[in-house]
């Protein structure tokens, strides 16, 4: 077959000018390709149909501002709990606390243009961990907090605050202890006693018991934390916000007034992880 001397040999300017475009138009898909893959950890697979304006890279642990990312940032706010799925029925529903502070904490993010929050679930509604941290990576979220509270049976005496990153070995585990030790210290600063040391803590399942780590226990262990917290491609943290069993932390942190204090601290701990200014307090 005789081929077209014009193909080959790019005679006309124009021509020139079109290939030219043409390869570079393949050089940047494939750069895109490039960059797809080496953002994208092992075993997550990320999507493609985000709706959020995601403009940025995903979350580099360490210094998200200093890794190019630009705001708006997308952070996933996951009430743990919801639909027949209620929580820990102590003093007060888990599952109250958790869509109150979750509320609270999306309006606040969303009257700052620096982010863009995103429900991991609508209120109200049954959804499985799996689920979850699927709409947060369809979402390009680039942070997550999971809301909890705690409780215990046996004694009202259990007080205080805790919280669980993504533990040590994982893509993601910097980030997620960073984003985790600004809660904590702000929880402190607040006056709520910050369980195992600093509040920070690392859960393991065995089976299906439950082993829970000191923060100063770094090492790295293949037996899975939460779901929430290893599933989602960025950073997780899920807060213990109180104990439901205890009077004294349910006054001070369930409730309208008590849920906002916490969304307000959840709201800063985001700021400082994402280097913005936090936007004045309405309190
Ligand atoms: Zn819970």
């Known amino acids: 077959m ?20 043409a390869l570079c138009g393949v050089a940047l898909l494939l750069a895109a390709c490039v960059r797809a893959v080496t953002v994208e950890p092992a075993g997550f697979s990320g999507s493609a149909y985000g709706q959020p304006p995601a403009s940025g890279t995903s979350d580099m642990p360490g210094s998200p501002g200093a890794s190019g990312a630009q ?16 929580g820990a029925d102590a003093l007060v529903q888990e599952l109250s606390v958790c869509e109150q502070t979750v509320d609270l904490l999306y309006a606040l993010l969303d009257s700052d ?3 863009f929050p995103l429900r991991t679930r609508p209120n109200g509604e049954d959804r499985s961990i799996k689920d979850r941290a699927q709409t947060a990576n ?8 999971s809301i909890h509270a705690n409780s215990d049976v046996t004694t009202q005496q259990s007080h205080g605050f805790e919280c669980f990153p993504t533990p040590p070995g994982r893509t993601h585990s910097e980030g997620a202890m960073r984003f985790a030790l600004y809660i904590a210290d702000r929880m402190g600063s607040a006056g709520h ?12 399942y ?6 829970i780590v000191d923060s100063t226990d770094d090492k790295v ?10 599933r989602p491609d960025c950073p997780a943290v899920l807060v213990e916000q109180c104990f439901l069993t205890n009077p004294d932390d349910v006054a001070q942190w369930t409730g309208e007034a008590g849920c906002a204090r916490a ?14 200014q936090p936007a004045a307090s309405a309190a």
């Open 113 to 115: 243009p620096n982010y």
């Open 138 to 145: 369809d979402g390009n979220a680039q942070l997550l907090l």
């Open 193 to 204: 006693r910050l369980r195992g040391g600093n509040g920070v803590r690392f859960a393991y």
């Open 71 to 86: 705001p708006p940032y997308v952070v996933a706010l996951d009430a743990g709990h919801g639909g027949f799925d209620t």
């Open 206 to 211: 065995n089976g299906k018991e439950k082993q």
């Open 221 to 230: 262990r293949t037996q899975r934390s939460f779901g929430i917290v290893e």
């Open 2 to 21: 005789r081929k077209q001397r014009g193909v080959y040999s790019l005679r006309s300017t124009r021509a020139r000018v079109l290939c030219c475009a």
């Open 263 to 276: 969304a307000r601290i959840y709201y800063e701990a985001i700021c400082a992880y994402f280097g913005t």
